[in-house]
């Protein structure tokens, strides 16, 4: 047989089991309140964060300096004039060529000659003929002295004397004409000795020695001459940015064969007529360069950024403004409601755009409206 449990010891039992029972479910209502709790406040939360996402983000418009930096690209060219054929006024077999391409000289040096010895045969003709018509001269004026004597004493009549005058006279045209022709042939021999108009470098030679030139209807080109330094740089801006550009503004560019070297340069001119590319409408800017040409080549492709003048600007973020057909507008907070305000915008930086009018800096500009977005993008 069992011993007998005392009583004693069932009814420590009996408490302890209900104890135990009373703690679990004690903790089990904490959990069931504290778990209320957070979703009470993770839904507020949630309702809070959905109600501020609903408002519309506002910004005031400000007034600060504004310069637009229009990017673009453009090539490098050479001036007007920089570039000049040397040609042969005369005729002829070219005795002697003293350049070759990538030669650099300077104005005055004799770049070819031509044979002269067919102008030298003239020359001398043309002398002969300038002492023949000395001697005539001389002939005519003695006659003309004679006559003058036998006319005073009576023995030759007046007409003769006349006639005595007039072959003085035409004798000393003819001396005049010869003379005229002899120092236009010596101009000629000039031409046979061809020089440089400026100081450069030869980029190219289309004549070699012992070939023979004929100037009869055009003068042949001996040599091409590069003036040195004599660059610029030419730009295509659109036409949404050429309002910005102004001459004499600052302009930096790089170009592919230093592209960590930057070159800077002044805008010189802007053309009046437009350039059509692709559709669209561009007009040429001509920028003078600063310094560093001798690094740079004519037709050498530069990416250009051309810093407009500085001005007072009313500017809002570039995101807030809308397109209605040719118009542009924004979204005004007014006593709690959103209104469209038609705006002029002028120039544009990257997150920014000046309104030239239709906004001031007291309007709440609407940046964000989430209640829009939803109406775009179901």
């Known amino acids: 047989m069992q011993d007998a449990v005392p009583l004693s010891q069932i009814l420590r039992e009996t408490r302890a089991g209900t104890g135990r029972k009373k703690f679990v479910l004690l903790a089990v209502a904490l959990i069931l309140i504290g778990a209320t709790v957070l979703a009470y406040f993770l839904t ?23 310069a637009v930096v ?27 060529l003293n350049f070759t391409v990538g030669s650099r000289l300077r104005r005055g040096d004799v770049i ?19 002492e023949m018509d000395k001697v005539a001269v001389a002939k005519a004026q003695r006659d003309l002295s004679r006559g003058q004597q ?8 007046r007409q003769q004397i006349e006639d005595f005058d007039w072959q003085y006279k035409s004798a ?7 003379q005229s022709n002899l120092a236009a042939v010596e101009l000629t021999r000039s031409y046979t000795v061809i020089k440089a108009p400026i100081s450069g470098t030869v980029s190219s030679v289309s004549t070699q020695e012992g070939e023979t030139v004929a100037a009869s209807f055009a003068a042949p080109t001996f040599v091409t001459i590069v003036q040195d330094n004599a660059l610029e740089l030419v730009a295509m801006v659109d036409e949404t940015d050429i309002a910005n550009v102004r001459a004499g503004e600052p302009v930096t560019f790089t170009v592919e064969a230093y592209t960590s070297r930057e070159f800077s340069g002044t ?20 920028i003078a360069i600063r310094r560093d ?9 530069a990416n250009i950024s051309i810093q407009t003048a500085k001005h007072r600007a009313l500017l809002i973020p570039s995101v807030a403004i809308h397109r209605e057909g040719d118009q542009s507008f924004v979204y005004v907070l007014r006593d709690g409601k959103q209104e469209k305000q ?6 544009r930086e990257t997150t920014v755009t000046e309104i030239v009018n239709g906004l001031n800096v007291n309007d709440r500009v609407v940046t964000e409206n989430p209640n829009n977005s939803r109406k775009r993008n179901p």
């Open 44 to 66: 507020r939360a949630r309702v809070a964060r959905s109600q501020a996402s609903d408002l519309p983000v506002v910004i005031s418009p400000q007034i600060r300096n504004f």
């Open 70 to 96: 229009v990017t673009t690209t453009g090539i490098v060219r050479l001036k007007t004039g920089a570039e000049v054929r040397v040609g042969a006024q005369v005729s002829g077999i070219v005795r002697k």
């Open 112 to 130: 070819a000659e031509i044979d002269s010895r067919p102008i030298e045969a003239q020359i001398n003709q043309a002398r002969t003929q300038v």
């Open 150 to 157: 036998l006319l005073s004493a009576g023995l030759v009549p």
């Open 172 to 178: 000393q045209a003819k001396l005049a004409n010869s």
């Open 267 to 286: 805008v010189k001119r802007i053309d009046p007529t437009a350039t059509i590319i692709s559709g669209v409408v561009n007009y040429q800017v001509v």
């Open 293 to 301: 040409l001798q690094f740079l080549k004519p037709d050498m492709t």
């Open 342 to 347: 038609f705006v002029t915008v002028g120039a």
